[in-house]
Nanobody, 125 residues
């Protein structure tokens, strides 16, 4: 049974930072790609970052490039998302995702094999 457990969400003021973690069990992160999606109220779920554990290549959507960093700890089977210079428009539920089809800087929610339960990030102005 695969389980992705996120942690690290919370509330922060604009300009602040948060670090999300996603610990995988039943799925070795090197199997494919790991990534983060987010969904704001009334909006579609969007992919924002991917890491290819085998090569450590990373990809970001334009809106988070230069502010967010995805990383991995293979020994802990965990992926992280460091979020700096947060903006109110970053407010959303953030989801960890595991997928065997890696498309670089293109995210297809329908191709995600497993989702985490989500962690809320709220950025106030």
């Amino acid at each position: 049974q695969v389980e992705l457990v996120e942690s690290g969400g919370g509330s922060v003021q604009a300009g602040g930072s948060l670090r999300l973690a996603c610990e995988a069990s039943g799925w070795t992160i090197s199997y494919g790609c790991m990534g983060w999606f987010r969904q704001a109220p009334g909006k579609e779920r969007e992919g924002i970052a991917t890491i290819v554990p085998y090569t450590a290549a990373t990809y970001y959507t334009d809106s988070v490039k230069g502010r967010f960093t995805i990383s991995q700890d293979k020994a802990k089977n965990t992926v992280y998302l460091q979020m700096n210079t947060l903006k109110p428009e970053d407010t959303a539920m953030y989801y960890c995702a595991a997928y065997s089809i890696c498309r670089g800087a293109r995210w297809v929610p329908g191709e995600v094999n497993y989702w985490g339960q989500g962690t809320q990030v709220t950025v106030s102005s």
